[in-house]
């Protein structure tokens, strides 16, 4: 039996009480008790047997890739840059040094202005 303000869902088989009267998770309860289903990679074998069987499909779709490019679709330029040049690292150096600040035992920093 569900407590007051808690909605049950009809077909959760691991967890009954999934989210209380304001649609929020309750706590220890996951939302998604099996986890994300396994995939069975069918999409990524059917789609490389059906390149292996046909070379003109490979040079279609990447025909098709840079004249998207050369059209101006960004995510298109994007791709093609990043295949061919790698993506780029994104890094960042910081070269001002801060010196730490004292902190009382009450946790307020101190005023060094004095």
């Not at 025909?63 to 061919?84: H, P, Q, T, Y």
């Amino acid at each position: 039996m569900a407590e007051e303000g808690i909605v049950v869902a009809d077909n959760s088989t691991k967890q009954e009480i999934i989210r209380d009267d304001q649609g929020k998770f309750v706590a220890g309860v996951s939302g998604n008790p099996g986890g994300r289903p396994k995939s069975t990679g069918m999409l990524v074998s059917t789609m490389v047997d059906a390149l292996k069987k046909d070379d003109r499909l490979i040079e279609s779709i990447v025909n098709r890739l840079l004249n998207m490019a050369a059209d101006g679709d960004i995510s298109a330029i994007k791709e093609v840059f990043d295949r061919i040049e790698g993506k780029p690292n994104v890094s960042a150096t910081v070269t001002h040094k801060v010196p730490p600040r004292p902190i009382l035992d009450d946790g307020i920093p101190q005023d060094d202005s004095n």
